[in-house]
């Protein structure tokens, strides 16, 4: 919030931006019924056994596949294996950044197990090559 004030401050947007944004992510947030009672919630009520279903998670990756946009490639990928690739990033090795802000179940756990991080899917598919990880910035920029 910190960042947020100071950037009005700065003039870099007013408090008419941050309320509109305010309204819409809230707005989503209500419609999805994510305030109202638990039981009346029908993405809580569904059998941990469903969520994360082969069929499920072969749709989710073809939309992915489908609604990628790549600006500038420079035959940089596909990636070939056997390369030494490094993978920087304050995320290189997280699994709950990679499903954004996505509120229901991912894992049937309840954890975020079940995510690949960038680094480990490029080290398994980078086979007889040398994949290594650094953070390089934060994600506030202050280092």
């Given at each position: 919030h910190d960042a947020l004030l100071s950037g009005v401050q700065q003039g870099l947007c007013t408090m008419d931006d941050v309320k509109q944004a305010l309204r819409n992510t809230f707005g989503l947030l209500f419609d999805m019924g994510l305030f109202d009672p638990v039981d009346n919630q029908p993405y809580w009520n569904y059998n941990v056994d469903v969520i994360g279903m082969e069929h499920h998670q072969a749709a989710a990756k073809q939309a992915a596949k489908e609604s990628m946009v790549l600006l500038?490639?420079?035959?940089?990928?596909?990636?070939?294996?056997?390369?030494?690739i490094a993978v920087i990033?304050?995320?290189?090795?997280?699994?709950?950044?990679?499903?954004?802000?996505?509120?229901?179940?991912?894992?049937?756990?309840?954890?975020?197990?079940?995510?690949?991080?960038?680094?480990?899917?490029?080290?398994?598919?980078?086979?007889g090559g040398s994949t290594t990880a650094a953070q390089g910035c934060s994600i506030t920029g202050s280092s």
């Open positions: 500038k490639n420079n035959n940089t990928l596909p990636l070939a294996k056997g390369k030494k990033g304050p995320h290189y090795n997280s699994t709950q950044m990679m499903v954004g802000n996505y509120y229901g179940q991912i894992c049937k756990d309840n954890t975020f197990n079940c995510v690949e991080t960038i680094y480990n899917a490029i080290k398994r598919y980078n086979q």
